[in-house]
């Protein structure tokens, strides 16, 4: 997998492991076995640059690809001329000749939205292909169940068949609730009154849990990124994402003094601290700050796991290196924040999220380099 030039700087940096992520997506492709195997590449590939995962994930064997909006829709069409490229938001009022012309699907979730994608099929005299989106217990976007019928007659009345019958899940990262059966029940009733046409429920959590939720094509987001998609298990996916920050300062500080910004933690014991060059500006969340009430995120300096102290500030946060003794980090030195010895999730938990959300902040002042470490040799 040709990768782009790693970018250098000395401000954090941000290595996305294209190697990583093409092994998460064939991983996903074997447990999806009969099933076709899409890449959900939406906020910028959940923050890995949708540019270049793309790529990988059509060098992986994908052919389909979900995202958001028609603008990031066009920067996988870009990049990839021939993939097949469905908009989950749907098909934005006026905008089906962008569609059309750069073979973009709709993911269709409303009344409106059918008559005026059919109205362009009729002006064309061409079966434009789409997705028909039907909500089974979500209340976001979709077709409500009662207006299957509706959206059967006006696509029959002209002859039209959809590319795909959709449906999304609320519960599937916790596999054991009940929703989950519910709503896998209403989808095959909807897919009985559409006969022949392919159908799509899974997300990462249910392509990972549930053979019966794969149908025709799965669509695995947050697995491939290395994220935690199924709550209360170990996460077999390979981590994808390193963010490390560089060390500005290290100096000592007495107890009873207190550390940044509301003085909301107070030094219990003489410590060193380190200052480190990453802030809520770069997407480390403030609610990864602590207290001496609350724990909050973590670095891994000279192979030991600290604490970030006190509140995180814009461009800098503070960690506790009294623990390392004599073995102090220099300045400059870098300091993970995410990366193989603290995942994703691992940082989302004490902030009170979830790892989608720390991926998808992933934005900012980051020299961003790509690596496929399936081609570094291991020493
Ligand atoms: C984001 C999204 C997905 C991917 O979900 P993950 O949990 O990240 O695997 C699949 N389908 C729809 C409709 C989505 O919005």
Known sequence: MPVPAVATGYGCRLTVDLGAMIRNWQALDKVSDGALTGAVVKADAYGTGIDASSRAFYFAGARFFFVATPDEALAVRAALPDAFIFVLDGLFPGAAPLYVGERLMPVLSSLPMLEEWLVACLARNEALPAALHFDTGMNRLGFRLSETSIVKRMCDEIGY??????????????????????????????????????????????????????????????????????????????????????????????????????????????????????????????????????????????????????RVSMDMCAIDLTELGADLPLPGEMVEVLGKNISVDDQADPAGTIGYEILTSLKGRYSRGYIDSSETPTS
């Open 161 to 310: 068949a959809p590319q795909m019958i959709m449906s999304h899940l609320a519960c599937a990262d916790q596999p054991q609730h009940e929703k989950n059966r519910t709503q896998l029940a209403l989808f095959a009733s909807v897919k009985a009154q559409f006969p022949g046409i392919p159908a799509s429920l899974a997300n990462s959590a249910a392509t990972m849990t549930s053979r019966d939720m794969h149908f025709q094509m799965v669509r695995p987001g947050i697995a491939l990124y290395g994220g935690r998609a199924v709550n209360g298990r170990r996460n077999p996916m390979m981590p994808a994402v390193t963010l490390e920050a560089p060390i500005l300062q290290v100096r000592d500080a007495k107890t009873g003094e207190s550390v940044g910004y509301g003085a909301t933690y107070t030094l219990s014991r003489d410590s060193r601290i380190g200052v480190i060059a990453i802030g809520y500006a770069d997407g480390f969340l403030r609610s990864l700050s602590s207290s001496n009430q609350h724990g909050g995120g973590r670095a891994f300096v000279r192979g030991k796991l600290v604490p970030i102290i006190g």
